[in-house]
DNA sequence: GTGAAAGCGCTAACAG
DNA sequence: CTGTTAGCGCTTTCAC
């Protein structure tokens, strides 16, 4: 509640120093304006004092935080935990640092993301994992606050940034049948109603489904509906979702999952199961997290630049609240690139 | 510098509604002090408006943010991308949601830390990787912001968490040398000014440093000064300082890092340069990250709780925000534990 | 149950 | 170059 030791306001410095309380605030913001020594004298109060002014009290009458929102559907410290998000806010902090600006995370508190929004002290909010239905949008665009959406489809007069989904998940694909593979199993991604740990990946399960299956189509194998396998999109998730698969009595050559996380977790189940990767089974993720190229064996994967999804949506955000409502959306559409590494051989059968 | 689109106001909610401010303010915060009617129609006619409070308005009367402030020397983007901060961040991101706060890091603006901290709405500051003389902890301090301290030696009335760092140094010394071996290289990690990725481990090098050295000395092995190499805390400066050593002439038969970055780029130079882990060279780390246990070959390391570290931060300021200053500090010290993987063996010469 | 009025601490015209 | 004077938008006694 209370507890901070009485803070020194503009008003004790202004009569310490026997000046106005204008010309201490011009001390701190516009010393140009005061004779150098006043000014000096002036901070010199201060100091002894202890005196800072009030941030909040500051961006009341300035109108604006310069702080950034980052919204999400997550836990908060999920966001830490998750190399996924963890690289799109770096790329957020990178742009965002560059012009000055702070960042908020803005994550359901006590539950509510709604609530949590309406706390949150910000010039503009950055929104992923949130469909453009989701009613969290509809408030923030109500309360016109400026906005842009990563991962979710297009909201007129918002920009937005995605990544090629589906060309990228159709190039997984095509890989896999290019080493004979025709017995391939789909490790899906749950939708947000199911709770998974990246809800935001819900339009996202689509366009990658999509992707998959025109390529399986394009090339004449049929994908019986117990080869999507849904599941969260994390280690755990992948040994689970692949564990269901193999009780179901699948037997795949390959498997195509949509995170690299859950690949990861397929990897080490089917070790467990006594199959080797990549000859008795291979594997593709996606995503390109860091650890991919590190892990054994070395995961073939989608790449998706993911610092670069956060830079550029902070970049759209900043632009857009410096430049004011004239600002024209964008709709930035990032490239997708398979890359090959251990994890994928011939299929052996 | 504007751009936003005209929000509404309270005025203009009272007033399309009929009623004053006051039962505007009411019915979000206390609608229990209107009729249940009353207050619905409120509430309709701001929604019909995109009505939302303006937070930093409200905190200024309030006179509290919701929000703690996680204050480092670090660029933003590199909490995300280091594991250590990653943790320690998720640690206090849960013990802030608890409590319904938010989290804001504090990190340097256009260069400064104080500048920084100027701006910062936050009800108080956990502070990890300033040594306890650093100024922008007196600034903090002469504000009378609560502040807890991660790491740092101690402060006079402030709360503050550390880890055992010298018994656990102490134990990965005395690991290898129960393994017989005699000639140790130690991977230090850089002091503040010499602008390392991680100066918070300024302090704690020192620590570890008398951990291993305490070892050493108990078992009468010497260390030369040419067996101390500092460099950055990342995989990359563990490489480049190996290499620095190896360079030299060094030829050690264990490596003692204070850090698992530091150790998993050691064990990549190494084989490189032929050598096999652990066969040639054991290597121990530091930390425990993630990622140690997942590394090939899963790496002997000294654990430290840093989720916890951060758990624990975020309590105490809590606790001190809330109880005033009357609260009596506390300092946590945590305690740190060799876990033995398999890169050690016993030394082959 | 509802409203008037006094701030919260600071900034920024506008005079002098 | 310095001071006076209004607010910024909301909360919150204190009357009605």
Do not use: W
Not at 131 to 154: F, K, N, R, T, Y
Not at 264 to 269: E, H, M, S, T
Not at 294 to 322: C, F, M, N, W, Y
């Amino acid at each position: 509640m209370e507890g901070r030791a009485a803070r020194p306001r503009i008003a004790d410095v202004a009569r310490k120093a026997g000046v106005s309380k204008t010309a201490v605030s011009f001390a701190f913001n516009s010393p140009e304006r005061l004779s150098a020594e006043t000014a000096a004298r002036i901070r010199e109060v201060a100091e002894s004092l202890g005196y800072r002014p009030n941030p909040v009290a500051r961006m009341l009458t300035q109108r604006q935080t310069m702080t950034l929102g980052v919204l999400t559907p997550q836990a908060l410290a999920v966001i830490f935990s998750n190399p996924f998000f963890a690289l799109f806010s770096e790329g957020v902090a990178q742009a965002a640092e560059e012009l000055g600006y702070e960042l908020h995370f803005i994550s359901p508190l006590h539950g509510s993301l709604a609530m949590a929004m309406g706390r949150a002290m910000v010039d503009g909010v950055v929104a992923i994992g949130l469909s453009a239905d989701h009613p969290e949008v509809g408030q923030i665009e109500a309360a016109g606050l400026p906005m842009v959406l990563v991962d979710s489809d297009d909201l007129p007069g918002h920009s937005s940034v995605v990544v090629d989904d589906e060309t990228g998940a159709r190039a997984a694909a095509e890989h896999l049948i290019g080493l004979g593979h025709r017995d391939i199993l789909i490790l899906a991604v749950e939708g947000p109603q199911a709770a998974g740990i990246q809800p935001e990946h819900h339009g996202v399960s689509e366009r990658r489904l999509r992707g998959y299956q025109a390529a399986l189509d394009a090339a004449g194998i049929g994908l019986g509906s117990d080869h999507v396998v849904a599941g969260r999109a994390s280690l755990a998730g992948g040994v689970a979702t692949f564990e269901r698969a193999l009780a179901a009595g699948i037997r795949p050559t390959a498997v195509l999952a949509m995170s690299d996380a859950m690949a990861i977790g397929a990897v080490r189940l089917a070790r467990e199961r006594g199959l080797r990767i990549p000859d008795d089974l291979s594997v593709v993720g996606f995503d390109d997290v860091d650890l991919a190229a590190h892990v054994d064996p070395p995961l073939t994967t989608v790449h998706q630049p993911i610092r670069e999804k956060g830079a550029v949506a902070a970049r759209l955000l900043l632009a857009r609240i410096s430049a004011g409502a004239s600002h024209r959306p964008e709709r930035v559409r990032l490239a997708t690139e398979l890359v090959v590494r251990s994890s994928t051989a011939p299929a052996n059968r």
